[in-house]
């Protein structure tokens, strides 16, 4: 059974910085492709980040491109989102979702598994 859980969600003043994480269980994780996305309320999903299989490649979006990191522990089967200089515009539930490919998409449709959700959220 494939599973995927975040954690590292809370709240946080904005200027201020959160680690997320993403525990991967029941897939070869090193062979896929890991990325965030967000839904806020009222919103659509969207992108915020992807890393290849083996950390070489990255893409965030332009809306956290400079602010938040995304990396991945292929040993611990643990994919990462850093997120520094918060606003209230990046409250959301954060997504990790994995893909088996080689590349670094973004578009949620590519992807095949996904967690539960982790909320963050940034107060003014």
């Known amino acids: 059974q494939v599973r995927l859980v975040e954690s590292g969600g809370g709240l946080v003043q904005a200027g201020g910085s959160l680690r997320l994480s993403c525990a991967v269980s029941g897939l070869t994780f090193s062979a896929y492709a890991m990325g965030w996305f967000r839904q806020a309320p009222g919103k659509e999903r969207e992108f915020v980040g992807t890393?290849?299989?083996?950390?070489?490649?990255?893409f965030m979006s332009d809306s956290v491109e400079g602010r938040f990191t995304i990396s991945r522990d292929n040993a611990k089967k643990t994919v990462y989102l850093q997120m520094n200089s918060l606003k209230s515009e990046d409250t959301a539930v954060y997504y990790c979702a994995a893909v088996f490919q080689r590349g670094v998409p973004s578009s949620e449709k590519e992807y095949d598994y996904w967690g539960q959700g982790t909320q963050v959220t940034v107060s003014s």
């Open positions: 890393i290849s299989w083996d950390a070489i490649k990255t």
